[in-house]
């Protein structure tokens, strides 16, 4: 369906940094840290958030209680009287929420819904499962974190292989891929230019620690300096490969958030009111087994079809690429202009904790859009399943 009624408020969205595996934020509750984000924002914003109708929480890693979903996060936000469901969509969970409270607009079953967005994939939960039917009743167990990164149960693959599997049926090779993620950490360093403007813009800092080990982190943690001659010297990680440690995503710790609401209520809680973002169209597709990153094109056409506009009358691409082969496999296919795509950052460079990474890439998209003047923007990424997600947004003034 096209989307006609859903808007975004011009600053009403913002995320965490991002860091690294095991770095700063990999003992901190997931939920917890982005409900104190989130209330710092609201307080920088200065907006109350006894305003939001319902609530989406994206979380694909389970916290401690997190069994209480939407209503503990509404309570631990200041509004104990909105509930909403957990989404989990792997890699895609943050635009598929924002589609769901877009859709609330739509249909006119809220007019100011909140997406929240938290994972961490540091000291992910270790599951037992128990089987009173199995000898000695001996049951299962799983590494949540590293068992879903290494094996998807009905392609039987790990996500890496799902990358050599595009790379060698699209010939996509070793050096062509190298370029591509050095375009994007340069690419990324013009969100650091001007003393961080960009991403001041929309990344609120967070304090972690007590006493004298407190501190603040303000800025992405994990991004690892990126040169040609650097990335040549990485091995494949699979024997005959070409996918390295460089030319892939890396797991990371983090949350994101954004209002979703009504063109009048949007203006109203824009930092900006001259400039308006609607939420146009939205679409997901599938790949076949073992062929992730081949379900990022059908579901951008889909979303530039439910849109109504084509690949030319695109302003800005931002996408969700865990492995360059990604960006690669979508330029050559709908004609983009790969060294153009990303500005300003991509989780290939960023990291991936998740649940929220495609809410932030969204947000530089809206960011990026911003800075042009405005204009048609496109959001494409996959996610587990070789299922992939699209949406198109539109920003003016």
């Given at each position: 369906m096209a989307f006609t009624k859903a808007y975004i408020p011009y600053g009403g969205y913002w995320t965490s940094p991002y860091c690294k595996w095991q770095g700063s934020l990999a003992n901190l509750h997931a939920m917890e840290l982005a409900a104190n984000t989130a209330r710092k924002f609201f307080e920088l914003r200065k907006i109350n958030p006894e305003r939001f109708d319902n609530l989406y929480l994206g979380l694909t890693i389970p916290q401690l209680q997190c069994f209480y979903g939407g209503p503990w996060m509404a309570g631990l936000l200041g509004n104990g009287q909105i509930t909403g469901p957990v989404v989990n969509q792997a890699c895609i969970t943050g635009v598929v929420c924002v589609k769901m409270a877009a859709q609330d607009i739509e249909d006119k079953i809220a007019e100011t819904s909140l997406v929240i967005t938290a994972d961490r994939t540091s000291n992910g939960p270790h599951l037992y499962y128990p089987s009173q039917t199995a000898p000695g009743a001996t049951g299962k167990a799983e590494d949540w974190?590293?068992?879903?990164?290494s094996r998807d149960p009905w392609a039987k693959g790990s996500m890496i292989?799902?990358?050599?599997?595009v790379a060698k049926a699209h010939n996509i090779g070793r050096d062509e891929q190298d370029d591509v993620a050095q375009r994007r950490y340069e690419q990324y360093q013009a969100a650091l230019s001007d003393d961080r403007a960009f991403q001041k813009s929309y990344m609120v800092p967070?304090?972690?620690?007590?006493?004298?080990?407190?501190?603040?982190v303000d800025t992405d943690e994990g991004v690892f300096p990126t040169t040609r001659d650097g990335l040549r010297t990485l091995r494949p990680m699979l024997p005959e490969g070409t996918v390295t440690f460089g030319s892939q995503t890396y797991p990371a710790d983090g949350n994101s958030g954004m209002i979703v609401t009504t063109k009048e209520r949007a203006a109203e809680l824009s930092s900006d009111a001259n400039v308006e973002i609607k939420f146009v169209g939205f679409a997901t597709a599938r790949a076949k087994k073992g062929f992730m990153a081949e379900a990022v094109l059908p579901a951008a056409k889909a979303a530039l079809k439910d849109a109504g506009i084509e690949v030319s009358d695109l302003a800005a691409v931002k996408t969700h690429n865990p492995f360059a082969v990604n960006d690669i496999y979508l330029s050559r296919e709908l004609g983009l202009d790969i060294n153009e795509m990303n500005n300003y950052g991509s989780p290939l460079i960023w990291g991936h904790p998740q649940g929220p990474t495609a809410?932030?890439?969204?947000?530089?998209?809206?960011?990026?859009?911003?800075?042009k003047g405005g204009g048609y923007g496109l959001f494409a990424g996959c996610a587990a399943g070789d299922t992939a997600a699209g949406c198109v947004i539109k920003v003016s003034g």
């Amino acid at each position: 369906m096209a989307f006609t009624k859903a808007y975004i408020p011009y600053g009403g969205y913002w995320t965490s940094p991002y860091c690294k595996w095991q770095g700063s934020l990999a003992n901190l509750h997931a939920m917890e840290l982005a409900a104190n984000t989130a209330r710092k924002f609201f307080e920088l914003r200065k907006i109350n958030p006894e305003r939001f109708d319902n609530l989406y929480l994206g979380l694909t890693i389970p916290q401690l209680q997190c069994f209480y979903g939407g209503p503990w996060m509404a309570g631990l936000l200041g509004n104990g009287q909105i509930t909403g469901p957990v989404v989990n969509q792997a890699c895609i969970t943050g635009v598929v929420c924002v589609k769901m409270a877009a859709q609330d607009i739509e249909d006119k079953i809220a007019e100011t819904s909140l997406v929240i967005t938290a994972d961490r994939t540091s000291n992910g939960p270790h599951l037992y499962y128990p089987s009173q039917t199995a000898p000695g009743a001996t049951g299962k167990a799983e590494d949540w974190v590293w068992d879903n990164f290494s094996r998807d149960p009905w392609a039987k693959g790990s996500m890496i292989q799902t990358a050599e599997n595009v790379a060698k049926a699209h010939n996509i090779g070793r050096d062509e891929q190298d370029d591509v993620a050095q375009r994007r950490y340069e690419q990324y360093q013009a969100a650091l230019s001007d003393d961080r403007a960009f991403q001041k813009s929309y990344m609120v800092p967070v304090e972690v620690g007590r006493g004298k080990r407190a501190k603040v982190v303000d800025t992405d943690e994990g991004v690892f300096p990126t040169t040609r001659d650097g990335l040549r010297t990485l091995r494949p990680m699979l024997p005959e490969g070409t996918v390295t440690f460089g030319s892939q995503t890396y797991p990371a710790d983090g949350n994101s958030g954004m209002i979703v609401t009504t063109k009048e209520r949007a203006a109203e809680l824009s930092s900006d009111a001259n400039v308006e973002i609607k939420f146009v169209g939205f679409a997901t597709a599938r790949a076949k087994k073992g062929f992730m990153a081949e379900a990022v094109l059908p579901a951008a056409k889909a979303a530039l079809k439910d849109a109504g506009i084509e690949v030319s009358d695109l302003a800005a691409v931002k996408t969700h690429n865990p492995f360059a082969v990604n960006d690669i496999y979508l330029s050559r296919e709908l004609g983009l202009d790969i060294n153009e795509m990303n500005n300003y950052g991509s989780p290939l460079i960023w990291g991936h904790p998740q649940g929220p990474t495609a809410l932030r890439v969204l947000i530089e998209l809206i960011e990026e859009l911003k800075a042009k003047g405005g204009g048609y923007g496109l959001f494409a990424g996959c996610a587990a399943g070789d299922t992939a997600a699209g949406c198109v947004i539109k920003v003016s003034g």
